[in-house]
């Protein structure tokens, strides 16, 4: 007896199975797009809404949020008229997307300001709807301002989280306000904010990791540099080995430059160094040129004058051990230069920094042209003027130790 044939949802419903069994990359991208195109031919919005979600959370789990606000919008417009679609756990699934495609424009040029404008009002209008707390609206509008260099708006903002309210992770408010803080040089302030990150018991998964990174800066400034230390060793075991976590490495890179730990930092940064076929966000990879370059100034600097790298910590390599996983080398005219170029003599060291530097400049360049601005130059510019400088003690966490 024959087997019974086979409809075309199903067919595409195994399809959509079989596109969620590939590895995260660009194959599933496309298969999943493809699964979200043939829905519509087949008016099945149910398998379009399930292949668009899967689309826009491995696309943004890539670090390309730049791909996101069409297939979200698609997925908003069609919740909107068919809210039985999307039961409350993917409902909160979309909602989660629609927060991290507006963060995605701090990320890529790519992404309009417009859209993530947009995309944020409508998040704000749903969590009034529901009579949510606004909190986490606000943190991101505090996080746009900032970026175009709006800071007295930023800090409104940053304000109106504060007093709003936030049904969210209190340890991602908590370290989204210490990057904010690190970033205006408010060390104290900083400091004071890390505590939900810290606090033991919380089960946000990037806690206290990113926290800690946030916080490197902070406490080197305010006289804590053996807890800056600890917060770096802690959290580079971590960083060093996880794709979301290379938005921090810029953070490592600035704290080693200006706590005088250029043979770390080199060595970080020979391991770090994206690869042209994986090269990440733009704005990752302008903020880890930029440190790159701050980093081999240092250490050129250091080298020219007979200092030298500093010798390494006794409990911690200098050197990673390899690691399969670490993005590859190479490099183009847009690209870091490859990795494992950084030889430690003054005139090699210069020259690795000039590229790096080059590559920050001209990604900064491109969110200037989009925002209108020239606050990511003056930014970038400020990072790599950074003079090691070590101020009088501040309040805050004793340590970075994970509690409970």
Sequence with gaps: MAAPRMTPVRSLSTALASARDLPDGPRRLV???????????????????????????????????????????????????????????????????????????????????????????????????????????????????????????????????????????????????VELLAGWGDWSPALRAAGPALAGGTRCPDAPERALAGLLLPYLRSGQPATAAQAHRLAWRRHRRERPARRLVASHL???????????????????????????????????????????RRAADAAQEGTGPELPD???????????????????????????????????????????WATAAALAARFDARNGTAHQSDRLAGWYDAEPAIGHPAGGPAHPNRTG
């Design 31 to 177: 298969e999943l797009t493809e699964v979200a195109e043939r829905a519509d031919g087949l008016a099945a919005p149910a398998l379009g809404l399930a292949a668009r979600l899967d689309l826009l959370e491995t696309a943004l789990g890539r670090g390309e949020g730049w791909r996101a606000p069409g297939p979200l919008r698609w997925c908003l417009s069609t919740v909107e008229h068919r809210p039985d679609l999307l039961p409350g756990e993917d409902a909160q699934r979309l909602r989660e997307a629609q927060e991290h495609t507006v963060a995605a424009a701090l990320e890529s040029p790519r992404l309009s300001l417009v859209d993530a404008v947009d995309l944020l009002d409508d998040l704000h209008r749903w969590l009034a709807a529901r009579g949510r707390p606004p909190g986490r609206a606000y943190r991101l509008r505090a996080r746009l301002a900032d970026h175009v260099g709006d800071r007295e708006a930023a800090r409104r903002w940053l304000a109106r989280a504060r007093d709003g309210g936030d049904d969210g992770c209190p340890a991602c408010a908590a370290t989204d306000e």
């Design 254 to 296: 600035r704290y080693l430059a200006l706590a005088g730990r250029y043979r770390r930092g080199l060595a970080v940064l020979a391991a770090q160094l994206p690869g042209p076929d994986d090269p990440g966000p733009e704005g990752v990879t302008m903020e880890l040129a930029a440190a790159g370059a701050l980093l081999c």
């Design 314 to 356: 006794p409990d911690e390599p200098d050197t990673d051990e390899p690691d399969p996983d670490e993005p590859g080398t190479g490099g183009s005219d847009t690209d870091p230069p490859e990795a494992g170029a950084t030889g430690t003599g003054a005139a090699d060291l210069r020259g690795l920094g000039a590229r790096l």
